[in-house]
C-alpha cells in the first residue's frame, strides 16, 4: 500500500495565493463588466530592461548554428554570470563572496523551499518571522519539522513577531534556534533592517551555531545608503548565512526564471555526533542531482543586467515601481492609514486596524481592487493589507482614485 508523507495533511487547505485568486475569480465571474486592478501578487508588469531583451535574443540565436549551440551547460550556472553576479552584487560592496558560491537556479522561491532539504528534520528548531512569506513556513511542515496547527501557529517553530511596535523588525530570540528565514527588505511588511539589527542576527547565529536563511529577493528596491543589501556586508555572516536573489524584480524576471543562492565555502553545518560538515559541497550535490540548470538564453539575458546598459535600465525599472509605491503611499497616509515600506521596497503595508480578509472584500467588492490580506501571511499580519507598486503608472493611478472613493464615503 502506497501511503502520502502526512506532513501534508497538517498545512492549511489552500496557499494563500490560491485563496486570493478564487476569490477574484469569483467576483469577475459574477461582475464581467467591471475590470479588476491587481495590486495583490508581486508580479511584474513592465517588459524586460532592453539589454536583457537583446541578449536573450542573441543567446536564442546562438542555438541555431552547431558552433554556438549549447546542451546541458554547468548545473551551478554559466561561470561568465556567476562572476559577473560576484563582482557587481558581492564584491563592489566589500563581501568577499566567490563566483563558485554562487548556484544560480530558477527561482529563490524553489531555492528556499528546496534549500532545507540538506538539513536534519528533526531536532531542529525553526526560527520564522510573523507575518511571513508563506514559502518559509509551508515547506517546513511539508519536510516534518513541525508539529500540528494549533490556532494558526505550527508547534516547532519560534514565531518571530513582528508588529507596529518594534517597527515590524523582530529582535533576536531569547531562547535558541538552529534554522533562521530572515527576509530584508521584508515581504510582506516593506520593513528594512539595520546594520546593527542585522549584526545582532549574525552574533545570534554564531553563539547558537545556528544558518541563517537571508531573503534578498528585494534588495534592489533600498534607497537608503546605510541599508545592508546583503546579509555579507556584516562581519562573520559568511561562516552562518545563506542568501538567496533573484532577477525577477529588479529585471522583471517572474516570467522568464531566473534567481540565485550563495553558500559560502566557510559555512559549516553539524551531524548527530557534532562533527562539523561544509554545507557548500552538500547543496552542491543536491543542486546537481535536482537539477539540470538555467537555460542559456535565460542566463544570457540575466548577465546583461551587470552591462552598463542594463545598470541603468534596471535601475530605470526600480525607479518606476518604487514611484508608484509612493504614490500608494501617500495616498494611503493621506487616507488616515499607518503605513510602513514603500521607501525601500515595492510593498506597501497598511494598518487597517480591521480584519484582514473583510478589508480586501471591500476593495475588490467596491473598488475592483486587489490587494493582499495580512492574515495570509500570519496572525500578525491580521489587521493589515499589502499593496504592491507592481503595477502600471494608469492602472495604479486608477486603483487609488477607486480606493480613495470608497474609503472616503
Known amino acids: 500500500m502506497i501511503r502520502i508523507n502526512e506532513n501534508y495533511l497538517k498545512l492549511k487547505a489552500s496557499y494563500l495565493f490560491s485563496d486570493i485568486a478564487k476569490r477574484v475569480n469569483a467576483f469577475t465571474a459574477a461582475n464581467p463588466d467591471k475590470p479588476v486592478i491587481r495590486l495583490g501578487i508581486g508580479d511584474v508588469t513592465e517588459p524586460l530592461p532592453q539589454a536583457c531583451l537583446e541578449a536573450f535574443h542573441a543567446g536564442v540565436d546562438e542555438m541555431a548554428a552547431r558552433a554556438t549551440f549549447k546542451g546541458y551547460g554547468p548545473e551551478q550556472g554559466y561561470a561568465f554570470l556567476r562572476e559577473a553576479i560576484a563582482k557587481h552584487d558581492f564584491q563592489a560592496r566589500g563581501c568577499a563572496i566567490a563566483a563558485d558560491e554562487i548556484f544560480v537556479s530558477d527561482g529563490s522561491k524553489c531555492d528556499c523551499g528546496n534549500i532545507q532539504e540538506i538539513f536534519a528534520t528533526e531536532g531542529i528548531q525553526l526560527a520564522i518571522p510573523d507575518p511571513v512569506y508563506p514559502v518559509y513556513v509551508d515547506t517546513n511542515v511539508m519536510a516534518g519539522r513541525t508539529g500540528a496547527n494549533l490556532d494558526g501557529r505550527y508547534k516547532g517553530i519560534t514565531y518571530l513577531d513582528s508588529t507596529p511596535a518594534n517597527g515590524y523588525v523582530p529582535a533576536v530570540p531569547a531562547t535558541a534556534s538552529d534554522l533562521i528565514y530572515l527576509c530584508f527588505p521584508n515581504n510582506p511588511t516593506g520593513a528594512v533592517a539595520t546594520r546593527e539589527q542585522l549584526a545582532a542576527w549574525v552574533a545570534y547565529a554564531k553563539a547558537n551555531k545556528a544558518i541563517i536563511l537571508f531573503d534578498a529577493a528585494y534588495e534592489a528596491f533600498i534607497q537608503n545608503p546605510d541599508i545592508p543589501h546583503s546579509i555579507y556586508e556584516i562581519p562573520g555572516a559568511d561562516e552562518c548565512a545563506i542568501e538567496f536573489r533573484s532577477f525577477s524584480k529588479n529585471a522583471g524576471f517572474t516570467g522568464t526564471r531566473c534567481a540565485f543562492t550563495v553558500v559560502p565555502k566557510k559555512l559549516q553545518a553539524f551531524d548527530a555526533a557534532g562533527n562539523a560538515h561544509a554545507v557548500h559541497p552538500l547543496w552542491n550535490r543536491r543542486h546537481t542531482t535536482k537539477f539540470n540548470g538555467v537555460s542559456y538564453p535565460v542566463q ?91 503595477n502600471s503608472r494608469e492602472n495604479v493611478e486608477k486603483a487609488l482614485a477607486r480606493i480613495t472613493a470608497v474609503l472616503k464615503k
Not at 542594463?310 to 499607518?338: C, E, H, P, R, W
Not at 503595508?349 to 490587494?371: H, M, P, R, Y
Open 300 to 390: 544570457k539575458a540575466a548577465a546583461a543586467v551587470y552591462t552598463e546598459a542594463g545598470q541603468a535600465q534596471t535601475k530605470a525599472l526600480v525607479a518606476f515601481y518604487m514611484a508608484n509605491a509612493k504614490l500608494i503611499k501617500d495616498t494611503m497616509t493621506g487616507l488616515g492609514y499607518s503605513c510602513i515600506g514603500g521607501d525601500n521596497a515595492p510593498y506597501i503595508w497598511i494598518n487597517t486596524g480591521t480584519d484582514s480578509w473583510a478589508f480586501f472584500d471591500k476593495l475588490l467588492n467596491e473598488a475592483q481592487v486587489v490587494c493582499t490580506p495580512g492574515a495570509g501571511f500570519g496572525s500578525c499580519g491580521e489587521g493589515h493589507v499589502r499593496i504592491s507598486a507592481f
